[in-house]
């Protein structure tokens, strides 16, 4: 566990790191995001909010793969079950719990998106 906790935060770290383009050819930062829709931000809140945004999705996206993923260990648990009530009681939590924690990144996300709406106006 904390050898993913190591990881995850390095990867945090390395998406903050890439924020900005870069060009090798000494093209000005205007020249550079032409392309891009929305073009390059000066407001550090912008880019601060987009960070945000987008650590933020990328974790829900992360605990909604691990919902369905126990979802589906959880089915497959209660099928295997072979009438035990005690593995049959311990593949519903797991699928109860892992249906919850869907229902907290979704409610999560909108509470998020929200804010940061608002904290952009």
């Not at 126990?70 to 099928?79: A, C, D, E, P």
């Not at 797991?94 to 509470?111: D, H, N, P, R």
């Amino acid at each position: 566990m904390k050898k993913l906790l190591i990881a995850l935060f390095f990867a945090v770290g390395l998406i903050f790191s890439i924020h900005s383009p870069v060009r090798a050819d000494n093209t000005s930062t205007e020249a550079a995001c032409q392309g891009l829709p929305g073009g390059c931000s000066t407001d550090p809140g912008t880019t601060v909010q987009n960070n945000v945004n987008f650590v933020i999705t990328l974790f829900s996206w992360i605990v909604g793969i691990a919902s369905v993923f126990m979802i589906i260990f959880g089915g497959f648990r209660f099928v295997t079950s072979g009438g035990d009530s005690g593995k049959v009681s311990s593949s519903r939590n797991t699928v109860l719990y892992a249906v919850i924690g869907l229902m907290v990144v979704a409610v999560a996300q909108i509470i998020v998106h929200f804010v940061l709406t608002k904290a952009s106006q």
